[in-house]
């Protein structure tokens, strides 16, 4: 089956411009993830959704992020007035289960750009 | 707070020799712990993970990893490396009751000839 896709794949914005970030998880998959990677760094969260439920934002930067996944299953992540320290690979990640243990499936990513 | 450390930002090998990824973490409980690789323009697969039980677990493409209590370390392992495992190797820590992995910045393996 397919796995977690995430659209588009690189994306070059100009400061100040919003962006919108696509993810697909993988069918029947609960829990949902955003993870940002800097340069040269690991993941790090920003979110994470059950079902259209979002428990945890407590990783997001500032209030020009949002998440929304309202039916449960693709996932939004979008940044408004967008800042160069928001160039970083956006990950998603998707799992079956609920708990810690569970393992997370990731996307290949979408490198944001922001000139 | 939790935290994982990757003391080796990079490594080089030659190819058919052994490996050892080093990986410290930081966490009151016992932790779920794993291995992700990730090539070039890809995302993060999972090698292995540790939960409980046996501390030395076998994972995907050869790849194993010892859990040690005492030293908090979670070291991964690989006999005899292949020109294909060059990539980034992340170590994570997870936690049961909490959903979100906390990553390591990651150790760059490159693979000589």
């Known amino acids: 089956g397919a796995g977690v896709s995430q659209s588009p794949r690189y994306k070059v914005a100009k400061r100040g411009q919003d962006v919108a970030l696509r993810c697909d998880p993988i069918?029947?998959?609960?829990?949902l993830f955003w993870y940002q990677q800097a340069l040269g760094q690991g993941p790090e969260f920003l979110t994470y959704f059950q079902n259209e439920a979002q428990l945890d934002k407590s990783g997001l930067p500032s209030d020009r992020f949002f998440a929304e996944r309202p039916e449960g299953s693709v996932s939004t992540l979008k940044i408004q007035r967008t800042q160069q320290e928001d160039s970083a690979v956006y990950l998603c990640?998707?799992?079956?289960?609920?708990?810690?243990?569970?393992?997370?499936?990731f996307g290949p990513g979408t490198r944001l750009t922001v000139t | 707070a939790q935290s994982v450390t990757q003391p080796d930002i990079h490594i080089t090998v030659s190819e058919g020799a052994s490996l050892e990824l080093r990986c410290n973490y930081s966490?009151?409980?016992?932790?779920?712990l794993f291995w992700y690789v990730q090539s070039p323009g890809q995302g993060l697969q999972l090698l292995l993970k540790?939960?409980?039980?046996?501390?030395l677990v076998q994972g995907i493409k050869g790849f194993e990893a010892e859990f040690k209590r005492s030293q908090s370390s979670f070291n991964l392992r690989k006999p005899s490396v292949h020109w294909s495992d060059a990539a980034e190797y992340f170590c994570?820590?997870?936690?049961?009751?909490?959903?979100?992995?906390?990553f390591g910045s990651g150790t760059r393996l490159l693979v000589r000839p």
């Open positions: 540790y939960f409980s039980g046996d501390t």
């Open positions: 990640a998707s799992s079956l289960g609920l708990s810690g243990g569970t393992e997370q499936y």
């Open positions: 069918s029947g998959h609960v829990s």
């Open positions: 994570a820590v997870g936690a049961m009751g909490s959903y979100k992995l906390i």
């Open positions: 966490y009151g409980a016992t932790p779920y």
